[in-house]
């Protein structure tokens, strides 16, 4: 074997040790691209799940806020109805406390006549005892001044 025969064995083995480590790390790589695929579509299975569920809670949503909107409409009539109906008891009450006033202010006079016709009371009964000593006090001196005669 002459120099240049063993060089040009040299270099087809050197080439089919370049072409084996080619064809290893093209291998490894469509590994690695089967993985990214395959992480690809789970992202992808994720991504139409999260949209699929946007969509379903979009729709809930808006249902929900259909249904907020129509009892915030009944909740301001109610109200609207209620101040209504307190408008109108108003007058009501203000007669009320009114009354109450009055039913105070003639208790007061009502407790005032008691103490003052008690105290009539006790000067009359005072009165009544002082005259009836009087007259006990006449009918002894006639007695005294016809037994004296």
Known sequence: MS???IAALIAAIAFAVLV????RL???FSKTVDGINQAVEKVNTTVSE???????VTKDVDV???????LLVKTNTLLNDVNGKVATIDPLFTAVADLSESVSDLNRS???LVSRVGSVG???AQATV???????AMKFFKQRNKTNQ
Do not use: C, D, P
């Open 20 to 23: 084996v480590f080619i064809i």
């Open 3 to 5: 120099g240049g025969e």
């Open 130 to 136: 002082a005259g009836k000593v009087g007259q006990t």
């Open 50 to 56: 999260a949209n699929n569920t946007i969509r379903i």
């Open 122 to 124: 006790k000067t009359t």
């Open 110 to 112: 009502g407790k005032h």
């Open 26 to 28: 093209l291998m490894q």
């Open 64 to 70: 929900l806020s259909s249904e907020v909107e129509g």
